[in-house]
């Protein structure tokens, strides 16, 4: 296998394995607000953001833990025959199906970046540019120096900011952003697997080195 590729797949599985494991602990995050809401329902004045941050911190904790579920070999399969294969020939039936899973996190990330940049107050149709734009200008304050002209920067080039309609009425940017980093993520692990289900094809394991390769229990 090429060096770059082994290079990737060793980058993006450290990547994604660091993230994975603290990510992992968002569940007590969510534990505690669904306590807090439970409290202050009982107790005091019912709390406005609760329900939604409960919702908000699971978007996360899904999204950004799946890039790691996905190293682990974690999610969910309908097993009939796949088990009993050997190692080459479930990394065959991988190749296949995976490109599969990479066309839908291509199109999934595409509708994600264009929801964001509309929750952004772009309504154009061109949010390539949008983004490109914003970040050139961030980028242009960072390297002159202009650290207090970033808020103005940014605000000159998003619009009105997208709100729940709810009575907390929260600004559903941040979000939408974490659901664009986690799908970008998970669809650079999902390359990771690739490579790695067509170096199995051609003899070669780099499942050995992954970092979550101690939790595997596979057999041949």
């Avoid at 904790?61 to 799946?66: C, F, N």
């Avoid at 000159?156 to 009575?167: H, I």
Wanted: proline share 4%; net charge positive.
């Amino acid at each position: 296998m090429p060096k770059f590729l082994i290079r990737y797949v060793r980058f993006i599985d450290r990547l994604n394995y660091r993230i994975g494991r603290i990510v992992m602990y968002g569940i007590f995050v969510m534990v505690a607000i669904l306590l807090w809401s439970s409290i202050s329902k009982s107790l005091f004045e019912p709390s406005k953001w609760t329900l939604e941050m409960a919702q908000f911190s699971l978007v996360a904790y899904y999204l950004l833990g799946g890039p790691y579920s996905l190293q682990l070999r974690a999610n969910v399969r309908m097993d009939l025959f796949y088990g009993a294969w050997t190692k080459r020939t479930r990394a065959k039936t991988d190749v296949v199906t995976v490109l599969f899973l990479i066309f839908y996190l291509v199109v999934l990330l595409y509708g994600a970046l264009d929801s964001t940049a509309y929750s952004l107050g772009y309504f154009g149709g061109n949010f390539f540019q949008f983004y490109w734009d914003l970040i050139s200008g961030v980028t242009s304050d960072i390297v002159h120096l202009r650290f207090s002209a970033i808020p103005e920067t940014v605000k000159g080039m998003t619009g009105y900011l997208e709100q729940g309609p709810t009575a907390w009425h929260p600004y559903l940017w941040p979000i939408k952003v974490i659901s664009c980093i986690g799908i970008f993520l998970m669809l650079l692990q999902t390359i990771s697997e690739l490579i790695k289900d067509i170096a199995t094809i051609r003899g070669v394991d780099l499942r050995a080195d992954e970092p979550t390769a101690r939790l595997h229990v596979e057999a041949d």
